[in-house]
DNA sequence: TTTTATATGATTGACTCCAATCATATAAAA
DNA sequence: TTTTATATGATTGGAGTCAATCATATAAAA
Protein backbone atom coordinates (compact mmCIF):
# COMPACT_ATOMS: atom_id res chain seq x y z
CA UNK A 1 0.00 0.00 0.00
CA UNK A 2 1.91 3.18 -1.36
CA UNK A 3 1.54 6.07 1.32
CA UNK A 4 2.00 9.95 0.49
CA UNK A 5 5.52 10.67 0.30
CA UNK A 6 5.25 13.34 2.74
CA UNK A 7 3.91 11.27 5.45
CA UNK A 8 7.51 8.69 4.92
CA UNK A 9 9.72 12.00 5.49
CA UNK A 10 7.33 12.97 8.27
CA UNK A 11 8.41 9.90 9.96
CA UNK A 12 11.50 9.81 9.24
CA UNK A 13 12.12 13.11 10.73
CA UNK A 14 10.29 11.98 13.76
CA UNK A 15 12.79 8.86 13.90
CA UNK A 16 15.98 11.36 13.46
CA UNK A 17 14.08 13.27 16.51
CA UNK A 18 13.09 10.23 18.35
CA UNK A 19 17.02 8.98 18.26
CA UNK A 20 18.64 12.33 19.06
CA UNK A 21 16.72 12.82 22.35
CA UNK A 22 17.58 9.31 23.41
CA UNK A 23 20.95 8.98 22.36
CA UNK A 24 20.01 5.17 21.34
CA UNK A 25 16.91 3.63 20.62
CA UNK A 26 16.19 -0.38 19.74
CA UNK A 27 14.65 -0.76 17.09
CA UNK A 28 11.35 -2.73 18.95
CA UNK A 29 11.29 0.02 20.57
CA UNK A 30 11.29 2.49 17.43
CA UNK A 31 8.31 -0.12 15.81
CA UNK A 32 6.31 0.71 18.99
CA UNK A 33 6.69 4.76 18.98
CA UNK A 34 6.12 4.89 15.49
CA UNK A 35 3.32 2.43 14.82
CA UNK A 36 4.94 0.19 11.90
CA UNK A 37 6.82 -2.79 11.28
CA UNK A 38 9.97 -3.71 11.76
CA UNK A 39 10.90 -3.97 7.99
CA UNK A 40 9.54 -0.42 7.74
CA UNK A 41 11.73 0.84 10.77
CA UNK A 42 14.39 -1.24 9.22
CA UNK A 43 14.06 0.57 5.75
CA UNK A 44 13.42 3.92 7.56
CA UNK A 45 16.92 3.72 9.48
CA UNK A 46 19.11 2.65 6.20
CA UNK A 47 17.31 5.84 4.37
CA UNK A 48 17.99 8.23 7.70
CA UNK A 49 21.74 6.61 7.72
CA UNK A 50 22.29 7.37 4.57
CA UNK A 51 21.79 11.41 5.42
CA UNK A 52 24.04 10.97 7.94
CA UNK A 53 22.98 11.76 11.52
CA UNK A 54 22.60 8.73 12.54
CA UNK A 55 24.53 5.07 12.83
CA UNK A 56 23.20 1.92 12.66
CA UNK A 57 24.17 -0.36 15.01
CA UNK A 58 23.00 -4.51 15.42
CA UNK A 59 19.58 -3.99 17.46
CA UNK A 60 18.53 -0.37 17.19
CA UNK A 61 20.35 3.12 15.73
CA UNK A 62 22.27 5.89 18.03
CA UNK A 63 22.60 9.69 17.34
CA UNK A 64 25.49 10.57 15.23
CA UNK A 65 27.99 12.95 16.94
CA UNK A 66 27.58 11.05 20.07
CA UNK A 67 29.84 8.29 18.56
CA UNK A 68 31.13 8.59 15.16
CA UNK A 69 32.00 5.35 15.23
CA UNK A 70 35.17 6.32 13.93
CA UNK A 71 37.58 4.19 15.54
CA UNK A 72 35.63 1.48 15.10
CA UNK A 73 35.56 1.49 11.50
CA UNK A 74 39.01 3.37 10.67
CA UNK A 75 41.11 -0.21 11.31
CA UNK A 76 44.72 -0.01 11.68
CA UNK A 77 47.10 -0.16 8.54
CA UNK A 78 47.29 1.11 4.73
CA UNK A 79 43.42 1.60 4.56
CA UNK A 80 43.09 4.30 7.47
CA UNK A 81 41.21 7.02 5.91
CA UNK A 82 43.10 10.14 5.74
CA UNK A 83 41.54 12.05 9.02
CA UNK A 84 42.74 9.30 11.36
CA UNK A 85 46.23 9.83 9.64
CA UNK A 86 45.84 13.79 9.94
CA UNK A 87 44.80 13.26 13.45
CA UNK A 88 47.88 11.29 14.66
CA UNK A 89 49.83 13.90 12.59
CA UNK A 90 48.44 16.48 14.68
CA UNK A 91 48.51 14.98 18.23
CA UNK A 92 52.54 14.59 17.34
CA UNK A 93 52.66 18.48 17.47
CA UNK A 94 51.18 18.68 20.96
CA UNK A 95 53.11 18.93 23.90
CA UNK A 96 53.24 17.22 27.44
CA UNK A 97 51.80 20.30 29.02
CA UNK A 98 50.87 23.46 27.87
CA UNK A 99 47.36 24.32 26.69
CA UNK A 100 45.85 24.32 23.44
CA UNK A 101 42.65 24.52 21.54
CA UNK A 102 39.92 21.61 19.59
CA UNK A 103 38.13 23.26 17.08
CA UNK A 104 34.56 21.76 16.03
CA UNK A 105 34.32 19.13 12.97
CA UNK A 106 34.56 15.48 12.49
CA UNK A 107 38.75 16.37 11.51
CA UNK A 108 39.17 17.79 14.67
CA UNK A 109 37.33 15.39 16.80
CA UNK A 110 39.26 12.42 15.17
CA UNK A 111 42.22 14.42 16.78
CA UNK A 112 40.66 14.27 20.28
CA UNK A 113 40.41 10.56 19.75
CA UNK A 114 43.61 10.55 19.15
CA UNK A 115 44.32 12.21 22.17
CA UNK A 116 43.46 9.80 24.17
CA UNK A 117 46.14 7.25 23.17
CA UNK A 118 48.59 9.47 24.55
CA UNK A 119 50.02 8.14 27.91
CA UNK A 120 52.68 10.86 28.61
CA UNK A 121 50.08 13.96 29.07
CA UNK A 122 50.64 15.76 32.51
CA UNK A 123 47.96 18.30 32.84
CA UNK A 124 47.40 19.47 29.48
CA UNK A 125 44.72 21.90 29.14
CA UNK A 126 42.48 21.29 26.30
CA UNK A 127 39.80 24.08 25.70
CA UNK A 128 37.14 23.29 23.18
CA UNK A 129 33.96 24.36 21.85
CA UNK A 130 32.94 20.89 20.47
CA UNK A 131 30.54 18.79 22.41
CA UNK A 132 31.96 15.81 20.53
CA UNK A 133 35.45 16.90 21.94
CA UNK A 134 34.27 17.72 25.30
CA UNK A 135 32.65 14.14 25.12
CA UNK A 136 35.45 12.13 23.65
CA UNK A 137 38.18 13.66 26.21
CA UNK A 138 36.07 14.02 29.10
CA UNK A 139 37.96 11.74 31.82
CA UNK A 140 41.08 11.34 29.93
CA UNK A 141 44.07 10.86 31.53
CA UNK A 142 46.01 13.66 31.54
CA UNK A 143 43.73 16.23 30.78
CA UNK A 144 42.29 19.34 31.91
CA UNK A 145 39.34 20.02 29.79
CA UNK A 146 37.48 22.96 29.40
CA UNK A 147 34.44 24.36 27.03
CA UNK A 148 33.92 27.31 26.34
CA UNK A 149 30.12 28.72 26.68
CA UNK A 150 28.26 29.74 23.77
CA UNK A 151 25.13 29.30 21.51
CA UNK A 152 24.89 25.72 20.20
CA UNK A 153 25.12 25.11 16.71
CA UNK A 154 22.82 22.03 16.08
CA UNK A 155 24.93 20.54 12.73
CA UNK A 156 28.11 21.08 14.20
CA UNK A 157 27.08 19.97 18.18
CA UNK A 158 29.10 23.02 18.56
CA UNK A 159 29.65 26.37 20.52
CA UNK A 160 29.69 29.75 18.80
CA UNK A 161 28.58 32.96 18.61
CA UNK A 162 29.51 36.24 20.86
CA UNK A 163 29.63 34.34 24.01
CA UNK A 164 32.45 32.30 22.70
CA UNK A 165 34.13 34.72 20.98
CA UNK A 166 34.12 36.60 24.38
CA UNK A 167 35.14 33.50 26.25
CA UNK A 168 38.44 32.94 23.80
CA UNK A 169 39.36 36.26 25.71
CA UNK A 170 40.29 34.43 28.64
CA UNK A 171 42.49 32.25 27.11
CA UNK A 172 45.71 32.41 25.59
CA UNK A 173 47.10 28.98 23.60
CA UNK A 174 50.40 27.54 23.04
CA UNK A 175 48.76 25.45 19.94
CA UNK A 176 45.27 25.68 18.55
CA UNK A 177 43.91 23.06 15.59
CA UNK A 178 40.99 24.29 13.65
CA UNK A 179 39.33 22.50 10.98
CA UNK A 180 37.99 24.08 7.44
CA UNK A 181 36.13 23.30 4.55
CA UNK A 182 37.90 24.96 2.13
CA UNK A 183 41.63 25.46 1.19
CA UNK A 184 42.67 27.60 -2.08
CA UNK A 185 45.71 29.56 -2.88
CA UNK A 186 44.12 32.79 -1.37
CA UNK A 187 43.94 30.41 2.21
CA UNK A 188 41.36 28.84 4.06
CA UNK A 189 37.49 29.81 4.35
CA UNK A 190 34.31 27.89 5.54
CA UNK A 191 30.42 28.46 4.22
CA UNK A 192 29.15 29.31 8.37
CA UNK A 193 29.36 32.68 8.94
CA UNK A 194 29.71 32.05 12.41
CA UNK A 195 32.08 29.75 12.49
CA UNK A 196 34.48 32.00 10.34
CA UNK A 197 34.14 34.80 12.49
CA UNK A 198 34.56 32.34 15.59
CA UNK A 199 37.73 31.29 14.14
CA UNK A 200 38.64 34.33 13.39
CA UNK A 201 38.58 35.70 16.80
CA UNK A 202 40.92 33.11 17.80
CA UNK A 203 43.75 33.16 15.77
CA UNK A 204 45.41 35.62 17.90
CA UNK A 205 45.32 33.94 20.79
CA UNK A 206 47.14 31.19 19.48
CA UNK A 207 50.83 31.35 19.33
CA UNK A 208 50.61 28.32 16.79
CA UNK A 209 47.74 27.97 14.79
CA UNK A 210 47.44 24.44 12.61
CA UNK A 211 44.39 23.90 10.00
CA UNK A 212 43.42 20.25 9.70
CA UNK A 213 42.00 19.70 5.93
CA UNK A 214 42.21 16.51 4.16
CA UNK A 215 42.72 16.29 0.25
CA UNK A 216 38.67 16.65 -0.59
CA UNK A 217 38.79 20.04 0.75
CA UNK A 218 41.47 20.99 -1.94
CA UNK A 219 40.84 23.91 -4.38
CA UNK A 220 37.27 24.31 -2.65
CA UNK A 221 36.23 28.04 -2.12
CA UNK A 222 33.33 28.90 0.26
CA UNK A 223 31.68 32.34 1.42
CA UNK A 224 33.45 33.18 4.04
CA UNK A 225 37.37 33.61 4.53
CA UNK A 226 38.98 32.64 7.85
CA UNK A 227 42.68 32.80 7.72
CA UNK A 228 45.71 33.41 4.85
CA UNK A 229 48.82 31.20 4.31
CA UNK A 230 50.37 33.77 6.10
CA UNK A 231 48.95 33.78 9.25
CA UNK A 232 48.74 29.82 10.11
CA UNK A 233 51.57 28.02 11.25
CA UNK A 234 51.05 24.72 9.83
CA UNK A 235 48.53 22.78 7.19
CA UNK A 236 48.33 19.30 8.55
CA UNK A 237 46.87 17.12 5.30
CA UNK A 238 46.73 14.00 3.22
CA UNK A 239 47.62 16.17 0.10
CA UNK A 240 50.60 15.82 -1.68
CA UNK A 241 52.92 18.79 -2.69
CA UNK A 242 51.97 18.84 -6.21
CA UNK A 243 48.38 18.75 -5.33
CA UNK A 244 48.78 21.74 -3.19
CA UNK A 245 50.59 23.70 -6.31
CA UNK A 246 48.26 22.46 -8.45
CA UNK A 247 45.92 24.18 -6.26
CA UNK A 248 47.80 27.11 -6.58
CA UNK A 249 48.83 26.97 -3.09
CA UNK A 250 52.83 27.05 -2.15
CA UNK A 251 53.73 26.98 1.57
CA UNK A 252 57.47 26.66 3.39
CA UNK A 253 58.37 23.97 4.39
CA UNK A 254 57.78 24.01 8.14
CA UNK A 255 54.25 25.16 7.26
CA UNK A 256 53.26 21.78 5.23
CA UNK A 257 52.94 18.41 7.34
CA UNK A 258 51.90 15.99 5.26
CA UNK A 259 50.09 13.11 7.38
CA UNK B 1 42.59 -19.63 36.05
CA UNK B 2 41.97 -17.14 38.61
CA UNK B 3 43.68 -13.92 37.95
CA UNK B 4 44.83 -10.83 39.95
CA UNK B 5 42.39 -8.23 41.40
CA UNK B 6 44.22 -5.65 39.97
CA UNK B 7 44.01 -6.81 36.35
CA UNK B 8 40.72 -7.06 36.47
CA UNK B 9 39.87 -3.92 37.94
CA UNK B 10 42.58 -2.24 35.32
CA UNK B 11 41.16 -4.26 32.01
CA UNK B 12 37.39 -2.70 33.62
CA UNK B 13 38.90 0.85 33.78
CA UNK B 14 40.40 0.33 30.33
CA UNK B 15 36.84 -0.49 29.35
CA UNK B 16 35.17 2.36 30.42
CA UNK B 17 37.81 4.49 28.38
CA UNK B 18 37.58 2.34 25.42
CA UNK B 19 33.89 3.08 25.94
CA UNK B 20 34.19 6.52 26.59
CA UNK B 21 36.03 7.29 24.19
CA UNK B 22 34.44 5.63 21.29
CA UNK B 23 30.63 6.38 22.43
CA UNK B 24 29.65 3.00 21.32
CA UNK B 25 31.41 -0.38 21.39
CA UNK B 26 29.94 -3.69 19.71
CA UNK B 27 30.83 -6.55 22.18
CA UNK B 28 32.68 -8.48 19.32
CA UNK B 29 35.06 -5.36 19.08
CA UNK B 30 35.99 -5.32 23.29
CA UNK B 31 36.89 -8.62 22.92
CA UNK B 32 39.67 -7.96 20.00
CA UNK B 33 40.43 -4.68 21.75
CA UNK B 34 41.29 -6.41 25.40
CA UNK B 35 42.23 -10.13 23.89
CA UNK B 36 39.68 -11.73 26.43
CA UNK B 37 36.68 -14.13 25.68
CA UNK B 38 33.32 -12.80 24.81
CA UNK B 39 31.85 -14.50 28.16
CA UNK B 40 34.43 -12.15 29.84
CA UNK B 41 33.44 -9.07 28.33
CA UNK B 42 29.61 -9.47 29.25
CA UNK B 43 31.24 -10.24 32.39
CA UNK B 44 33.02 -6.67 32.72
CA UNK B 45 30.16 -5.25 31.24
CA UNK B 46 27.51 -6.23 33.65
CA UNK B 47 30.20 -5.23 36.52
CA UNK B 48 31.11 -1.30 34.92
CA UNK B 49 27.75 -0.98 33.98
CA UNK B 50 26.37 -1.98 37.45
CA UNK B 51 29.14 1.23 38.96
CA UNK B 52 27.11 3.37 36.20
CA UNK B 53 28.68 5.56 33.68
CA UNK B 54 27.89 2.45 31.31
CA UNK B 55 25.14 1.66 29.82
CA UNK B 56 24.38 -2.23 28.04
CA UNK B 57 22.51 -2.60 24.66
CA UNK B 58 21.73 -5.31 22.62
CA UNK B 59 25.28 -6.31 20.94
CA UNK B 60 27.25 -3.67 23.04
CA UNK B 61 27.55 -0.89 25.50
CA UNK B 62 27.06 2.93 25.30
CA UNK B 63 29.19 5.74 27.07
CA UNK B 64 26.20 6.64 30.26
CA UNK B 65 25.51 10.39 29.90
CA UNK B 66 25.42 10.11 26.08
CA UNK B 67 22.01 8.41 26.64
CA UNK B 68 20.77 7.56 30.03
CA UNK B 69 18.03 5.32 27.98
CA UNK B 70 15.60 6.57 30.63
CA UNK B 71 12.64 7.14 28.33
CA UNK B 72 12.80 3.56 27.05
CA UNK B 73 12.79 1.89 30.51
CA UNK B 74 10.36 5.03 32.02
CA UNK B 75 7.70 3.16 30.15
CA UNK B 76 4.59 5.32 30.29
CA UNK B 77 1.82 4.58 33.64
CA UNK B 78 1.95 3.70 37.13
CA UNK B 79 5.08 2.35 36.98
CA UNK B 80 7.09 5.42 35.85
CA UNK B 81 9.47 6.46 38.13
CA UNK B 82 9.75 9.63 40.43
CA UNK B 83 12.21 11.32 38.00
CA UNK B 84 10.39 11.40 34.86
CA UNK B 85 7.12 12.34 37.20
CA UNK B 86 8.72 15.45 38.47
CA UNK B 87 10.02 16.05 34.79
CA UNK B 88 6.76 16.30 33.52
CA UNK B 89 5.96 18.55 36.39
CA UNK B 90 8.77 20.85 35.84
CA UNK B 91 7.94 21.14 32.55
CA UNK B 92 4.91 22.31 33.08
CA UNK B 93 6.36 25.40 34.93
CA UNK B 94 8.30 26.67 32.03
CA UNK B 95 7.25 29.38 30.02
CA UNK B 96 6.45 29.26 26.10
CA UNK B 97 8.89 31.93 25.49
CA UNK B 98 11.54 33.61 27.98
CA UNK B 99 14.99 32.71 29.13
CA UNK B 100 15.74 29.71 31.39
CA UNK B 101 18.51 27.14 32.83
CA UNK B 102 18.72 23.57 33.45
CA UNK B 103 21.69 22.51 35.73
CA UNK B 104 23.32 18.89 35.79
CA UNK B 105 22.04 16.31 36.88
CA UNK B 106 19.75 13.42 35.95
CA UNK B 107 16.44 14.67 37.21
CA UNK B 108 17.60 18.08 35.36
CA UNK B 109 18.05 15.72 32.38
CA UNK B 110 14.61 14.12 32.43
CA UNK B 111 13.13 17.43 32.26
CA UNK B 112 15.64 18.52 28.74
CA UNK B 113 14.11 15.22 27.96
CA UNK B 114 10.66 16.25 28.87
CA UNK B 115 11.02 19.70 26.90
CA UNK B 116 11.54 17.78 23.52
CA UNK B 117 7.90 16.98 23.91
CA UNK B 118 6.49 20.47 24.17
CA UNK B 119 5.45 21.93 20.73
CA UNK B 120 4.39 25.09 21.89
CA UNK B 121 7.37 26.43 22.67
CA UNK B 122 8.32 29.92 20.68
CA UNK B 123 11.87 30.69 21.08
CA UNK B 124 12.81 29.84 24.32
CA UNK B 125 16.27 30.20 25.10
CA UNK B 126 16.97 27.42 26.78
CA UNK B 127 20.59 27.59 29.26
CA UNK B 128 22.52 24.75 30.69
CA UNK B 129 25.93 23.45 32.12
CA UNK B 130 25.01 19.96 31.35
CA UNK B 131 26.28 18.43 28.25
CA UNK B 132 23.65 15.56 28.79
CA UNK B 133 21.20 18.44 28.82
CA UNK B 134 22.92 19.80 25.36
CA UNK B 135 22.92 16.92 23.12
CA UNK B 136 18.99 16.18 24.36
CA UNK B 137 17.77 19.31 23.86
CA UNK B 138 20.13 20.32 20.80
CA UNK B 139 18.00 20.77 17.49
CA UNK B 140 14.91 20.72 19.56
CA UNK B 141 11.89 22.82 17.78
CA UNK B 142 11.31 26.31 19.52
CA UNK B 143 15.00 26.39 21.67
CA UNK B 144 17.48 28.19 21.28
CA UNK B 145 19.95 26.32 23.25
CA UNK B 146 23.34 28.05 24.91
CA UNK B 147 26.14 26.39 27.07
CA UNK B 148 27.83 27.80 29.88
CA UNK B 149 31.72 27.51 29.64
CA UNK B 150 33.41 25.80 32.42
CA UNK B 151 36.16 23.25 33.48
CA UNK B 152 34.51 19.89 32.80
CA UNK B 153 33.45 17.47 35.77
CA UNK B 154 33.94 14.14 34.62
CA UNK B 155 31.29 12.12 37.11
CA UNK B 156 28.85 14.47 35.92
CA UNK B 157 29.83 15.34 32.25
CA UNK B 158 28.80 19.02 33.49
CA UNK B 159 31.41 22.49 33.50
CA UNK B 160 31.69 24.32 36.35
CA UNK B 161 34.21 26.49 37.98
CA UNK B 162 35.39 30.52 37.57
CA UNK B 163 34.45 30.11 34.14
CA UNK B 164 31.05 29.04 34.28
CA UNK B 165 30.40 31.20 37.50
CA UNK B 166 31.74 34.38 35.40
CA UNK B 167 29.64 33.40 32.67
CA UNK B 168 27.16 33.41 34.43
CA UNK B 169 26.79 36.92 34.63
CA UNK B 170 25.81 37.71 31.34
CA UNK B 171 22.66 36.06 31.97
CA UNK B 172 19.71 36.73 33.76
CA UNK B 173 16.73 33.83 33.97
CA UNK B 174 13.27 33.91 34.33
CA UNK B 175 13.79 30.44 35.79
CA UNK B 176 16.21 28.10 36.86
CA UNK B 177 15.89 24.59 37.35
CA UNK B 178 17.99 23.13 40.23
CA UNK B 179 19.13 19.53 41.07
CA UNK B 180 20.06 18.54 44.90
CA UNK B 181 22.11 15.65 47.39
CA UNK B 182 20.18 16.03 49.97
CA UNK B 183 17.34 18.36 51.97
CA UNK B 184 16.25 18.32 55.11
CA UNK B 185 15.21 21.10 57.72
CA UNK B 186 17.57 23.42 56.51
CA UNK B 187 17.50 23.32 53.02
CA UNK B 188 19.34 21.55 50.30
CA UNK B 189 22.67 20.89 49.97
CA UNK B 190 25.17 19.31 47.98
CA UNK B 191 28.88 17.01 48.56
CA UNK B 192 30.24 18.89 45.41
CA UNK B 193 32.16 22.00 46.46
CA UNK B 194 32.27 22.90 43.05
CA UNK B 195 28.53 22.31 42.28
CA UNK B 196 27.54 23.80 45.46
CA UNK B 197 29.68 26.91 44.83
CA UNK B 198 28.24 27.08 41.43
CA UNK B 199 24.64 27.09 42.53
CA UNK B 200 24.82 29.50 45.13
CA UNK B 201 26.01 31.68 42.33
CA UNK B 202 23.10 31.06 40.36
CA UNK B 203 20.40 31.77 42.93
CA UNK B 204 20.14 35.81 42.09
CA UNK B 205 20.56 35.42 38.51
CA UNK B 206 16.91 34.01 38.55
CA UNK B 207 13.72 34.96 38.92
CA UNK B 208 12.16 31.41 39.89
CA UNK B 209 14.36 28.76 41.47
CA UNK B 210 12.98 25.66 41.45
CA UNK B 211 14.83 22.67 43.01
CA UNK B 212 14.05 19.04 41.67
CA UNK B 213 14.67 16.55 43.94
CA UNK B 214 12.93 12.74 44.20
CA UNK B 215 12.05 11.51 47.94
CA UNK B 216 15.34 9.30 48.41
CA UNK B 217 16.98 13.05 48.99
CA UNK B 218 14.60 13.34 52.29
CA UNK B 219 16.77 13.90 55.26
CA UNK B 220 19.99 13.26 53.87
CA UNK B 221 22.26 16.69 54.69
CA UNK B 222 25.33 16.52 52.52
CA UNK B 223 28.34 19.11 53.68
CA UNK B 224 27.75 21.94 51.25
CA UNK B 225 25.04 23.57 52.38
CA UNK B 226 23.32 25.55 48.63
CA UNK B 227 19.83 27.15 49.55
CA UNK B 228 17.54 27.75 52.37
CA UNK B 229 14.07 27.16 51.94
CA UNK B 230 13.17 30.79 51.62
CA UNK B 231 15.80 31.54 49.03
CA UNK B 232 14.16 29.23 46.51
CA UNK B 233 10.88 30.14 44.85
CA UNK B 234 9.63 25.87 44.30
CA UNK B 235 10.68 22.56 45.51
CA UNK B 236 9.31 20.02 42.83
CA UNK B 237 9.06 16.83 44.50
CA UNK B 238 7.30 13.12 44.49
CA UNK B 239 7.53 13.26 48.49
CA UNK B 240 4.46 13.58 50.18
CA UNK B 241 3.31 16.53 52.57
CA UNK B 242 3.66 14.25 55.72
CA UNK B 243 6.82 12.61 54.55
CA UNK B 244 8.24 16.44 54.36
CA UNK B 245 6.95 16.88 58.00
CA UNK B 246 8.86 13.84 59.07
CA UNK B 247 12.15 15.39 57.78
CA UNK B 248 11.26 18.44 59.86
CA UNK B 249 10.52 20.56 56.73
CA UNK B 250 7.68 23.07 56.69
CA UNK B 251 6.83 24.89 53.01
CA UNK B 252 4.05 27.04 52.35
CA UNK B 253 1.23 25.40 49.89
CA UNK B 254 2.60 27.89 46.97
CA UNK B 255 6.37 26.61 47.15
CA UNK B 256 5.60 23.09 47.25
CA UNK B 257 4.61 21.25 43.66
CA UNK B 258 4.31 17.01 44.04
CA UNK B 259 4.52 15.61 41.02
C1' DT C 1 -9.65 6.35 -15.78
C1' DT C 2 -5.94 3.40 -16.48
C1' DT C 3 -1.34 2.36 -15.68
C1' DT C 4 2.80 2.48 -13.22
C1' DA C 5 5.58 2.93 -9.28
C1' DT C 6 6.39 2.19 -4.61
C1' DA C 7 5.63 1.96 0.45
C1' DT C 8 4.26 -1.50 3.47
C1' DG C 9 3.87 -5.89 6.14
C1' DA C 10 4.54 -10.82 6.39
C1' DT C 11 7.61 -14.62 5.93
C1' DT C 12 11.87 -17.06 5.85
C1' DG C 13 16.58 -18.78 6.64
C1' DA C 14 20.96 -17.41 8.16
C1' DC C 15 23.33 -15.10 11.50
C1' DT C 16 24.31 -12.92 16.06
C1' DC C 17 23.74 -12.22 20.72
C1' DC C 18 22.92 -13.64 25.37
C1' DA C 19 22.51 -16.04 29.91
C1' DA C 20 23.46 -20.25 32.11
C1' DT C 21 26.28 -24.09 32.98
C1' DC C 22 30.55 -26.44 33.55
C1' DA C 23 35.51 -27.58 33.85
C1' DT C 24 39.88 -25.59 34.85
C1' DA C 25 43.72 -22.99 36.36
C1' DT C 26 45.50 -20.06 39.62
C1' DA C 27 45.39 -16.19 43.07
C1' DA C 28 44.39 -15.58 47.78
C1' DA C 29 43.52 -17.42 52.30
C1' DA C 30 44.34 -20.70 55.91
C1' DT D 1 51.79 -26.22 51.84
C1' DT D 2 47.07 -27.08 51.54
C1' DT D 3 42.66 -25.39 50.88
C1' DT D 4 39.38 -22.28 49.19
C1' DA D 5 37.63 -18.92 46.21
C1' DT D 6 37.17 -17.05 41.78
C1' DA D 7 38.32 -15.41 37.11
C1' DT D 8 38.29 -17.40 32.74
C1' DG D 9 36.94 -19.80 28.39
C1' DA D 10 34.13 -23.19 25.99
C1' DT D 11 29.66 -24.87 25.05
C1' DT D 12 24.78 -24.79 24.37
C1' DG D 13 19.90 -23.74 23.83
C1' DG D 14 16.93 -20.06 23.22
C1' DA D 15 15.85 -15.57 21.71
C1' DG D 16 16.64 -11.64 18.90
C1' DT D 17 18.15 -9.42 14.62
C1' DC D 18 18.85 -8.93 9.73
C1' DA D 19 18.50 -8.90 4.65
C1' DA D 20 15.95 -10.73 0.95
C1' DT D 21 11.79 -12.00 -1.18
C1' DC D 22 6.97 -11.62 -2.21
C1' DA D 23 2.13 -10.11 -2.37
C1' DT D 24 -0.72 -6.15 -1.88
C1' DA D 25 -2.72 -1.73 -1.58
C1' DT D 26 -2.55 2.77 -2.95
C1' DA D 27 -0.32 7.20 -4.36
C1' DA D 28 1.36 9.31 -8.41
C1' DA D 29 1.75 9.49 -13.33
C1' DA D 30 -0.10 8.94 -17.90
Known sequence: MRVPQELVDLRREELRRLIRRDGFLPVAEICRRLAVSEATVRRDLVAVEANGHITRTYGGALAD??????????????????????????????????????????????????LTHRRDLTRLAVVTNSLAAATVLGGATGVELHVLG?????????????????????????AAFLAGEGMDAAGISNSHEHIAGFQRALLPQAQRVCF????????????????????????????S??????????????????A
Not at 84 to 111: H, K, S, Y
Request: hydrophobic content about 45%; aromatic content about 6%.
Open 65 to 114: YNSSFASVTERSGRARPAKARIAECAVAQIPRTGTIFLDAGTTIEAVARA
Open 150 to 174: GMFLNRQAALMGAQAIKALGDWSFD
Open 212 to 239: CLDASKLGRATPHRVATWRQLSALITDA
Open 241 to 258: TSQLVAAGIRLPANKYLQ
